[in-house]
């Protein structure tokens, strides 16, 4: 040990470092570019907050003068279509999707 080194903050510095590793992979995150087609896909659990995300993130980018649309491609629960034309219908975003998809592959 170094003298005049605190061993308790030594340790937390360590500890926080270490956790640090474990949650930030270093790798830079996707930046949109203007001036072409940018998609972006949520997949997650069901309840975790997709379809309020998806619309926020629309919004923010329709916000800072972006063209945003949302497409719904849940073609398992039957509400999706739904929350989601509500969301966007509430955010004044276009949507496109159908409300019950005969054949999944149709997307």
């Known amino acids: 040990m170094v003298g005049g080194v605190n061993k308790r903050r030594l340790i937390q510095k360590t ?19 203007k001036g072409q087609h940018n998609i972006i896909m949520f997949v997650g659990l069901q309840g975790s907050g997709k379809t309020t995300t998806c619309t926020k993130m629309a919004y923010y ?11 719904c491609a849940d073609t398992f629960r039957a509400g999706a279509f739904d929350k989601l034309k509500q969301n966007a219908t509430k955010a004044r975003i276009p949507f496109y999707g159908r409300s019950l998809w005969r054949i999944h592959c149709s997307l």
């Open 61 to 71: 980018y329709q916000r800072k003068g972006w063209k945003t649309c949302l497409i």
């Open 15 to 33: 500890v926080f470092n270490e956790l640090l590793k474990l949650v930030d992979p270093g790798v830079t995150p996707h930046q949109p570019k």
